[in-house]
């Protein structure tokens, strides 16, 4: 199935919910401001299953970048702001500052993570490669530097910039039960896969939960 990136955001916003965020989050202004994650590749998964757009989506996960001010309070500023924005809605919204996540990451998960240089740059860190996708709030233009092939195809692999086996095989795993027909490619043992933090214990996103 060819998939283009015009279908891809026809998908997604079939989904009231992602609807609802890219129509009401870009009047607050948000450097960099994607929508990101679960709430859009799932949508074309749950297309092929015949599934609701929404089906097993968690939470919303919306990535921004500013750097002008790192401390926590300029953060929860913003999560504020958007949350005021959305309380109507009922669904859970996850908003990260892509711009200081290296501050806070190491001390809560016991795992190194680099100073990222823009909200792309928390996208492109998921652990499979298909799933680093985001939708741009401020013209709804589609980031996906792995294009939509793969994803299309329910095809799994790990993400090249994060070489841990063991933690790309746990997330794959966890998808491939909710989507059975999903292919998982068997990645080869890496050093870096011998020095990972846990699964339980470390997401490899800049987001307080897995992706």
């Known amino acids: 199935m060819t998939l283009t990136a015009t279908d891809f955001?026809?998908?997604?916003?079939?989904?009231?919910?992602?609807?609802?965020?890219?129509?009401r989050l870009p009047a607050l202004g948000l450097p960099q401001g994607f929508l990101?994650?679960?709430?859009?590749?799932?949508?074309?998964?749950?297309?092929?299953?015949?599934?609701?757009?929404g089906w097993g989506v968690k939470d919303y996960d919306v990535f921004y970048f500013d750097d002008s001010d790192?401390?926590?309070?300029?953060e929860?500023?913003?999560?504020?702001?958007v949350h005021d924005a959305v309380a109507d809605l009922g669904v859970t919204v996850e908003v990260k500052?892509?711009?200081?996540?290296?501050?806070?990451?190491?001390?809560?998960?016991?795992?190194?993570?680099?100073?990222?240089?823009?909200?792309?740059?928390?996208?492109?860190?998921?652990?499979?490669?298909?799933?680093?996708?985001g939708i741009a709030l401020a013209d709804q233009t589609l980031h996906a530097p792995d294009g939509?092939?793969?994803?299309?195809?329910?095809?799994?692999?790990?993400?090249?910039?994060?070489?841990?086996?063991?933690?790309?095989?746990?997330?794959?795993?966890d998808y491939q039960a909710r989507w059975p027909?999903?292919?998982?490619?068997?990645p080869e043992t890496t050093r870096a896969d011998e020095a990972a933090t846990p699964a339980d214990e470390a997401p490899t996103c800049a987001s307080s939960s897995p992706r």
Not at 36 to 53: D, E, I, M, Y
Not at 76 to 81: C, E, G, K, S
Not at 160 to 166: C, G, H, I, S, V
């Open 76 to 81: 929860d500023a913003v999560i504020r702001r």
């Open 148 to 173: 939509l092939d793969d994803l299309a195809a329910g095809v799994l692999r790990m993400n090249p910039l994060l070489p841990m086996r063991e933690l790309f095989l746990k997330k794959a795993g």
């Open 36 to 53: 990101t994650a679960g709430s859009l590749f799932q949508a074309t998964w749950n297309r092929v299953s015949g599934k609701p757009p």
């Open 70 to 74: 790192l401390s926590w309070d300029a």
């Open 97 to 133: 500052n892509q711009a200081r996540v290296h501050l806070w990451y190491e001390a809560r998960f016991k795992s190194h993570y680099p100073r990222l240089r823009s909200a792309r740059d928390g996208i492109d860190r998921y652990l499979i490669a298909c799933t680093r996708v």
């Open 9 to 23: 955001v026809a998908q997604a916003l079939q989904d009231p919910a992602n609807a609802a965020l890219l129509e």
């Open 181 to 186: 027909w999903l292919q998982v490619v068997q």
